[in-house]
């Protein structure tokens, strides 16, 4: 068979650097020796230099380095007593750690070796692995590559972390983040303890809580008793090649209200905007689940602006403040009076805050729209006629209390790729925003919901105590949304 021979270096220089690369052909994928293999999304990391005998005929190739590199794709095709050789050189179109913005990955089931590869060939800043999932963990062995702080530091942008915790059973799936040790508040069944026991604890150690995806049945409880610190509007259901278009066992969509791919993202967006209605200050975060989903890592990100350079713990800090945004292709920057997300802008009662908002979008890709969404409504939207960027100040009114975000769209292909901001929150004089009472209706009828389930299923629990423990958090989260009715 013939030897195809590649050597992947960043133009004008001279190193190989690690990237991920497709070869597949009509009838399946090829793995070369020497590689990280990753078969569920049909890619293998490269260090740079690899070779690889093939069959006669057409291949196709595609050479891929995270978000802020231009891809590389073509066919080939092969004959009989040839060999092949390839220089690729990938160019960088964007470089945001210039920029002060740095990318991390919430959500990574990847082997603790593997690691060090996967987050040079993505060019990912900040990758907390998952090492405690339920009843599994890795072994002391595993462990023992990591240093004693349990961050690897792999140069002076990049790192890896252990001791992220995910608990993911019937209520839905809340990450722990950079834990010391496992947190283990007895678990009995696939309900009990319910998810927000693992918040509790995680906070009262001084841990952060992602809520991984808001439509777990779980996801208004720990959100109304105070249990996560960020919520995944860019999840592991949006993948590289398609959408996993389904909510799995959390609460299912209206399908004739979200119809779709691009249903099933709006229903998640229009999930967290009902949090942002009650006057909840809730910022985003993302998460591929490389590792058991056909995502690379890395593939949805959150970068987040660090404006005194890249420091793996302030990285964290600063994504719980809501300087931030999620994206799997486009670039997003979006200020109002130079605020930035996670700001408030603040303005005297009686006039409208008069401002000047500015965007900036850039992406490898045609764009599609861009929205600007203020308190739930769509209060400025450009369309960009398949330009891959795009640049525009604007006079925003805002007469109230409440949020603001941009999101912006490529033109929609095998999968949804957009970009979203964490909100810009407003202050119009002493007042909070007002909460919008339908926010509260409806995710007050979803945890009453959820108390219904627990209460009819007569097998859920092993005692009549543990019952009592769940359903008891059910019945303050109702009376937490309720309050807002009165």
Known sequence: ????????????????????????????????????????????????????????????????????????????????????????????????????????????????????????????????????????????????????????????????????????????????????????????????????????????????????????????????????????????????????????????????????????VQNVLDLYYHYLNLGLKLPISAGSASGVLKNPVGFNRLYVHLAEGYDYSNWFQVMKAGRSFATNGPMLFFTINESESGDTLTGAVGEPLEAKASIKVMSVNPLDNIQIIYNGEIIQEFSVNDSQEFSQEFDVSLTESGWIVARAYEKQGKTIKFAHTSPIYVQIGLFPMKPRKESALYYADWCKELLEMSVADKNRYTTSVHREEVESIYRRAIAFYEGYLT
């Open 1 to 264: 068979m013939p030897l195809l021979k590649v050597q992947i270096s960043e133009l004008d220089k001279p190193h190989i650097i690690p990237a991920r690369v497709h070869i597949w052909n009509e009838k399946k994928s090829f793995y070369p020796d020497g590689c990280i293999p990753y078969e569920r999304d049909n890619h293998f990391t490269t260090n740079g230099s690899f070779k690889l005998q093939v069959p006669l005929g057409k291949l196709w190739i595609l050479i891929e380095k995270g978000k802020e590199y231009k891809s590389v794709e073509g066919e080939l095709f092969i004959e009989k007593g040839q060999d092949y050789h390839i220089d690729c050189e990938l160019q960088h179109w964007i470089n945001m750690a210039e920029l002060g913005w740095y990318s991390g990955d919430l959500h990574i089931h990847r082997t603790i070796t593997e690691l060090k590869s996967l987050v040079l060939a993505e060019d990912l800043n900040i990758a907390p692995n998952i090492t405690i999932w339920n009843d599994w963990r890795y072994t002391n062995e595993d462990v023992k590559i990591i240093p004693k702080d349990r961050v690897a530091h792999i140069d002076s942008t990049h790192a890896f972390s252990i001791r992220t915790q995910e608990d993911e059973r019937k209520g839905g799936a809340v990450m722990l983040l950079n834990l010391d040790s496992p947190i283990n508040p007895g678990l009995t069944t696939d309900w009990h303890p319910a998810g927000f026991a693992y918040c509790r604890i995680a906070h009262e150690r001084g841990f952060m809580v992602d809520q991984e995806k808001p439509f777990w049945w779980e996801a208004p409880v720990n959100v109304a008793l105070g249990g996560v610190d960020t919520i995944g509007i860019l999840n592991n259901h949006i993948q590289r090649t398609e959408i996993m278009d389904n909510e799995a066992w959390g609460k299912p969509r209206d399908l004739d209200r979200y119809p779709g791919y691009m249903g099933f």
